[in-house]
């Protein structure tokens, strides 16, 4: 229905103009309908009042009754109109009234349903949404409705993240606390032996225990968008060669092939070659991780509009079509018992992406399939 469709201000306009034109047409209809009626009564009544002066009389008393007449019609006149002025403002002012109430509950209930709403989330309540009646659909206050609905959800939505944050926060460090105290009670009992491999493992396990609260550290400052970032002209070379200076000696340990495309014409990249080389080093970790001997890592850059875009492509164990969405996810981790043993705890591309976007630029995953390798590629502004 166009009234639905009608904006808010045209709606408060046309309201305004039926309750004028309920008015003048109330008035008109009284006035032309019954001020006759008044007027006739009145002068009936005058004339009678006045035991038939007005009309009739003779010679002499004329002009004096002419005088009588005339005040007599001026007073039914001026009584007649004032009567059916009263009565015509009565009903117009019941019409108006009327008229305004119904107005005023279509603006007025949804405005009111969303403070009660705003209350009820303000205590906890996130599940809260308001309705959004038909006659204001597609009105400001229909949009209104729909814009608190989505802030609800998102609101809703980040709740239950921080809920599961926590547990999964907990759940990451449960795992590695019970190695180590189960070590060390082992060891207090003498049931296990104080042997190299005892301390290897312990210290495995602190040193996750450690990166995990290094990790994250770095991924609430990323979240609170909090990373520190130096802009600056930065040739991709220089990118690719800290990053890969680093996972160098890790890939020669695992006989994996780490192979760098040409890297010759193309321009420089506006960013924090820090951080542009820690989301490269992390993708070349996980290609690394999820890559088994014998197989290759490709890194290449290409231009892609105005942005530069750095592609890790490995030979590894791929990412089945439906995981590849959640993989950005904090703790996401296609297979939890597998990615734990290798090290990962699932905020590598959370951290990874906020750094890329935190430098105005994005990310993507690609994957043929399972058993077929994955791509992923992060881009840059180019300089200019
Ligand atoms: P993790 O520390 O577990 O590696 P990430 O956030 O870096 O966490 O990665 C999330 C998940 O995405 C991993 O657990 C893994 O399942 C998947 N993944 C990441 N990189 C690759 C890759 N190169 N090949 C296959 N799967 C990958």
Request: charged letters at 20%; a neutral charge; glycine letters at 8%.
């Given at each position: ?289 999820y ?26 164990v791929g990412i089945a079509p439906e995981n590849l969405p959640r993989v950005?996810?904090?703790?996401y981790r296609v297979e ?29 995953a690609e994957s043929a399939g399972l058993g077929r390798g994955s ?10």
């Open positions: 229905m166009w009234w639905a469709r009608t904006s808010l201000r045209t709606k408060l306009f046309l309201s305004y103009l039926a309750v004028v034109l309920i008015v003048v047409v109330t008035v008109f209809i009284v006035m032309s309908v019954f001020a006759p009626d008044f007027f006739g009564a009145s002068m009936h009544s005058m004339m009678s009042g006045s035991g038939g002066a007005g009309m009739g009389g003779m010679g002499g008393h004329e002009n004096g009754n002419s005088d009588v007449v005339s005040t007599n019609l001026d007073a039914a006149f001026r009584q007649a109109v004032t009567q059916g002025l009263l009565l015509s403002a009565s009903l117009a002012t019941v019409a108006a009234l009327a008229l305004s109430f119904i107005v005023a509950r279509q603006i007025a209930n949804p405005v009111r349903r969303m403070l009660t709403a705003t209350r009820r989330i303000g205590s906890g309540h996130y599940a809260e949404r308001v309705s959004v009646p038909p006659a204001n659909a597609g009105d400001d206050l229909g949009q209104l409705a729909a814009s608190f609905n989505d802030m609800a959800s998102a609101l809703e939505k980040t709740e239950r993240r921080r809920v599961e944050l926590i547990g999964d926060v907990a759940h990451e460090l449960r795992t590695p606390i019970a190695t180590l105290t189960g070590y060390l009670e082992g060891l207090l009992d003498g049931v296990v032996e104080p042997s190299p491999e005892t301390w290897a493992r312990l210290h495995t396990e602190s040193s996750r225990l450690r990166r995990i609260v290094d990790d994250l550290q770095e991924l609430s400052r990323a979240e609170a968008r909090q990373i520190p970032i130096r802009a600056a002209r930065v040739p991709p070379a220089a990118i690719i060669n800290v990053a890969c200076d680093r996972v160098a000696a890790e890939y020669a340990e695992k006989g994996l092939e780490l192979r760098i495309a040409a890297l010759t014409g193309l321009p420089d990249v506006m960013a924090d070659q820090d951080r542009a080389a820690q989301a490269l080093t992390n993708l070349l970790t996980n290609a690394l991780r890559t088994p001997a014998p197989g290759s890592v490709d890194v290449s850059v290409a231009r892609e509009g105005d942005m530069l875009a750095f592609r890790v492509r490995d030979t590894g950005f996810e904090r703790f939890k018992s597998r990615a734990r043993a290798l090290g990962g705890s699932g905020i590598g591309l959370t951290i990874t992406k906020a750094l890329v976007e935190a430098m105005h630029g994005s990310i993507r791509v992923f590629t992060f881009t840059l502004p180019i300089a200019n």
